[in-house]
């Protein structure tokens, strides 16, 4: 037994020390032992002891996993797994799939723990497996949490070297968020512009987007006459594959409310050499360079993920968009099957 727990005074740490080399002497005779860790015990009497961290899977890679913790992990056998990256809702999901969740809310007279503070602790977790590619193995507890938060007591960490690769996070089933793709801008108005990549939770503010465009701006863009988007066009647009696919909202705050001043996305084309885009910018922001902003962080995007070409489809009568991909250095050729519509395509 390598761990002493409860030692009261310095009698008592003095007499486990003793016990300690002992059991090394008798037991690993061979063992060169440098030393032995004291710390604070950690008195949190309403507390709960649950386990959290990480695996790689040789097909999935990553994998997160939760649930009760203690000395007696593996009698209970609790706990839940899924692919990160997390947000809120996916922690929270994890959690509720594992039998301790009913101890963590009111039990036995002890108050319900801190669920922001086991989330975070969950949400941190996952930002080190989606940023350090190294990471092979992670394991902490026991994790305690009670009403004052989460503290942790013991972790084990096992790291492989890897090969630097193009794609960041290449070691991933599912790619993260790309926060690293969000940019700040300034329009000539003064406005404060942030370009980011889009998000599910965007659907709203996308659909508000899409409803106050003109006609002729709906149709320009979707080449149909629209109102609004359905519910599954809505999903389609804004819960993408940020490996297949790419879609930079400009926003700004006007009136203490944000406010979309255009989209740009593209999509990767079966050769996973080029790929197909589509802009649109709304009626009332128009003539102050956003199309032209957006376009610029966009294929700069598309060639960090190492493509080649971009292409589109462009009707003849949306001028204002033909002049901006010439001014881009889109070449501009007739459609073959359709004399409405124009063909662009530029060199990335």
Known sequence: NGVRLGLSS???????????????KRLRPDATLEGIVVEP????????????????????GPVIVFGAGGVDVEAFRDRAVT??????????????????????????????????????????????????????????????????????????????????????YGHMAIHPYPAHLVTHWQLPSGHDVVIRPIRPEDAELTQGFVRSLSAESKYFRFMDAVSELSPVALARLTQIDYTREMALLALTEVDGREVELGVARYAINPDGESCEFALVVNDQ???QGIGHKLMDVLMDVARGRGLKVMEGEVLKTNRPMLKLVEALGFRIEPHPEDDTVRRISRAL
Do not use: Y
């Open 10 to 24: 310095g009698q008592a740490v003095r007499a486990a020390f003793g016990e300690m080399l002992a059991d090394v």
């Open 41 to 60: 015990m950690a008195a949190r009497p309403h507390a709960r002891e649950v386990l959290l961290g990480m695996t790689s899977d040789p097909v999935l």
């Open 83 to 168: 692919l990160p990256p997390l947000n809120h809702l996916l922690a929270r999901d994890l959690i509720q799939r594992t039998r301790v969740a009913t101890l963590l809310g009111p039990f036995r007279n002890r108050p319900p723990v801190d669920m922001d503070a086991l989330e975070n602790v969950l949400l941190r977790l996952s930002e080190m497996v989606c940023e350090l590619p190294w990471l092979e193995e992670l394991d902490i507890n026991p994790l305690l949490v009670d009403e004052h938060g989460a503290l942790a007591l013991d972790a084990r960490i096992v790291i492989a070297p890897r090969v630097p690769g193009a794609d960041r």
């Open 285 to 287: 922001w128009q003539k």
